[in-house]
């Protein structure tokens, strides 16, 4: 398998039928946007998690360059980040929030967080706050308790990142 970063390849060997994993790619002033077979970067972004390697492939690195950072000072905009680039603004206070943690196995977080050194406060419910990342979460803090009963098959815990997919934190 065969990564392509801005013209620089990097090989991997990869038994047919296994899975790959990567680092993400960095790039100042730039968010790293997905894999893709196409330099292209036509249809959609290749989910290394669940790609399971047949042949000898080429995958593209797309960057999209960072232009505009959305301040969070809410739980509900906290919740709704996706692939942008965000900054928290403030202390935030989950007392009584009931959510899923932020991205999964088909659609990690890909953005970018800069917490600012602010607290996430009274998270309960979830083992970590960030499911599956391959962006980047920097300079958050964060405040618990985890009481999980029955947990059965494969569990990602990190408290911040369940699982890192090549992200930053």
């Known amino acids: 398998v065969t990564f392509i970063v801005d013209g620089q390849s990097q090989k991997i060997e990869v038994k047919s039928g296994e899975k790959v994993s990567v680092n993400t790619p960095q790039k100042d002033g730039f968010v790293f946007d997905g894999w893709y077979e196409s330099d292209s970067f036509e249809g959609e972004s290749v989910n290394l998690l669940t790609l399971k390697i047949t042949e000898n492939m080429i ?5 999209n360059k960072i232009t505009a950072i959305t301040p969070i000072n809410t739980v509900t905009e906290f919740l709704a980040m ?3 680039n965000y900054s928290l ?4 206070d989950f007392t009584g ?7 999964d196995r088909k659609n990690p977080f890909v953005g970018n967080l800069n917490a600012n050194g602010h607290t996430v406060k009274n998270v309960e ?3 970590s706050i960030f499911g ?4 980047t979460i920097e300079n958050l803090n964060v405040e618990y308790n985890i009481e999980r009963d029955n947990l ?3 569990v990602y815990s990190g408290g911040i990142v369940g699982y890192l997919l090549g992200g930053k934190i």
Do not use: H, M, N, P
Not at 89 to 92: G, K
């Open 59 to 63: 995958f593209y690195a797309k960057f």
């Open 82 to 84: 996706t692939d942008g």
């Open 89 to 92: 603004e403030s202390d935030l």
């Open 97 to 103: 929030v009931k959510f899923e943690s932020l991205g």
């Open 125 to 127: 419910g979830v083992l």
């Open 132 to 135: 599956v990342v391959s962006g």
């Open 152 to 154: 059965s098959g494969t």
